[in-house]
């Protein structure tokens, strides 16, 4: 099948796909190091840097694409639909630019009514209140006003974690397919843990690296290090007796117990966020294991190996070496695991 990718960020949703017989011809993204990523690892995909909203980059995309289009993948931006920062509320989110994104994946359904579309991001997508012809409407509900005559339309929120991802993390799916295809959801299985999916690497400490590609640890602060150190798995630095969060004038930090904390050995990972790469963000911690002194190893946040994995990404996974490692960070925690994005579309029944 032929498909073009929107929003694609590094391509991360897309890594399985031609397992699958899914080539993605065209491809957009407008952050430009992102951009570049992804042409480094898509060599048979041709990537349209730039403002999907820009009509030249629009009509670029459709001319790679010639017009003949099975599948589309939309990961529109999910800044705007988040329940952090600005759009807490329906009219900020009505306000909100970014969220009108969605009306160019609309455009190109309707331009190259494709047989398979995948729409997917934070669960709030669902909740997308979005202004049509003088009325309010849900995504869902718009698409369906949009497009019921000639597509079978579905959505469902799934836990990556129910689906053999070693991570919870909600995110919301949309599915729109021709009326005559075929196109089930996934089967749920046993959740795999952190110990079983990264348990088998070495330990690390702040700083060090190891002879693994990707498995190295940051450098943190002296301080951090410390009460990490003291840190049990699963647990946070501010629920230690002594070596807690302190001010520089040693008065005791007040914050949620969800950060400086280490996350669990025998439980899918929490969701992996933007911040992966500061130990004071929420639930960043190696769970490291008891020393024989009582303190705990891996007093760090986790590898971008160690990330990968527990976002289903390959560790061959052939990104360029000199990759910038905050960038690595970034992508991935705004992606959708792989896994779960080759899942969903390989339950298209003529693929």
């Known amino acids: 099948m032929r498909g073009i ?7 991360i949703a897309e890594i399985y796909l031609d397992q699958l017989g899914v080539n993605i011809v065209a ?36 001319e790679i694409s010639n017009k003949r289009v099975d ?15 600005k759009s807490r509320n329906v009219a900020q989110m009505i ?8 009306f160019k994946v609309i455009e190109f359904i309707s331009l190259l009514s494709p047989r398979f579309i995948l729409i997917e991001n934070v669960r709030n997508l669902l909740k997308l209140q979005l202004p049509f012809q003088n009325q309010i409407f849900a995504l869902p509900d718009l698409l369906t006003k949009l497009f019921k005559d000639k597509y079978i339309i579905e959505s469902e929120i799934l836990d990556t974690s129910s689906f053999g991802i070693p991570q919870r993390r909600n995110r919301a ?28 690497l070495p330990s690390l400490e702040a700083g ?21 150190k003291h840190t049990p798995t699963g647990k946070s630095a501010f629920e230690n007796e ?47 294991r008891q020393l024989p002194d009582g303190t705990y190893s891996d007093a760090r946040v986790l590898t971008p ?35 779960l994005v080759k899942k969903i579309v390989s339950q298209i029944r003529s693929i």
């Not at 048979?44 to 730039?50: A, D, F, I, L, Q």
């Not at 075929?182 to 110990?195: C, D, L």
């Open 173 to 200: 799916i949309i599915k729109l397919y021709k009326k005559g295809e075929s196109w089930g959801w996934v089967t749920e299985q046993e959740p795999i843990t952190v110990r079983q999916a990264i348990g088998h």
């Open 242 to 288: 002594f070596y807690y969060p302190v001010k520089e004038n040693g008065e005791r930090i007040k914050s949620y117990n969800t950060t400086y904390r280490r996350i669990k050995w025998d439980e899918p990972a929490p969701t992996i966020t933007i911040r992966n790469d500061a130990i004071s963000s929420q639930l960043n911690v190696h769970p490291g």
């Open 305 to 339: 190996l160690e990330l990968m994995i527990l976002s289903s990404i390959p560790e061959n996974w052939n990104i360029p070496e000199d990759s910038s490692e905050i960038l690595i960070r970034q992508c991935i925690g705004e992606c959708i695991p792989p896994l």
């Open 71 to 85: 599948f589309i993948l939309a990961s529109p931006p999910c800044q705007g639909m988040s329940i952090s920062g």
């Open 27 to 62: 491809a957009n993204e407008l952050v430009e190091e992102r951009a570049q990523l992804y042409s480094s690892v898509f060599n048979n995909s041709v990537m349209v840097p730039g403002n999907i909203l820009d009509k030249e980059v629009f009509n670029k995309i459709m």
């Open 5 to 11: 990718s929107l929003f694609s960020s590094a391509g």
């Open 208 to 228: 060090q690296k190891s002879n693994i590609k990707w498995h190295f640890a940051r450098h943190h602060l002296e301080k951090h290090v410390l009460w990490m």
């Open 95 to 102: 306000n909100d630019k970014r969220n009108y994104l969605i």
